[in-house]
């Protein structure tokens, strides 16, 4: 069984700044993507970026410019930069990892940000 877990969430003023992380244990497996999700309360779980192993990232537009995704294919580790938050990325943020049909999530990290 693979195990994701996130790090790094917390409390943040209003154009500051978070470092989201998500490692891998358990079983061995190669994700060919990983991704972030969040979800807001009474709002449902969306889409926040991408990092596929050639490199390719994608951003949903709510986040585009401020938040950057990384990681390590090899180590199975990605991380969230967050700059610039804004109260409405107030949520419950997921990381995921998919190798093919098989895919795994983490148990998510609140960030709040206060105006």
């Known amino acids: 069984q693979v195990q994701l877990v996130e790090s790094g969430g917390g409390l943040a003023q209003a154009g500051g700044s978070l470092r989201l992380s998500c490692a891998a244990s358990?079983?061995?497996?190669?994700?060919?993507?990983m991704r972030w999700y969040r979800q807001a309360p009474g709002k449902e779980r969306e889409f926040v970026t991408s990092?596929?192993?050639?490199?390719?990232?994608y951003y949903a537009d709510s986040v585009k410019g401020r938040f950057t995704i990384s990681g390590d294919f090899a180590k199975n580790t990605m991380y969230l930069q967050m700059n610039s938050l804004k109260p409405e990325d107030t949520a419950i943020y997921y990381c995921?990892?998919?190798?093919?049909?098989?895919?795994?999530w983490g148990q998510g990290t609140q960030v709040t940000v206060s105006s």
């Open positions: 990092l596929w192993i050639g490199g390719s990232t």
């Open positions: 358990g079983r061995t497996f190669s994700a060919n993507t």
């Open positions: 995921y990892a998919a190798q093919g049909l098989k895919d795994y």
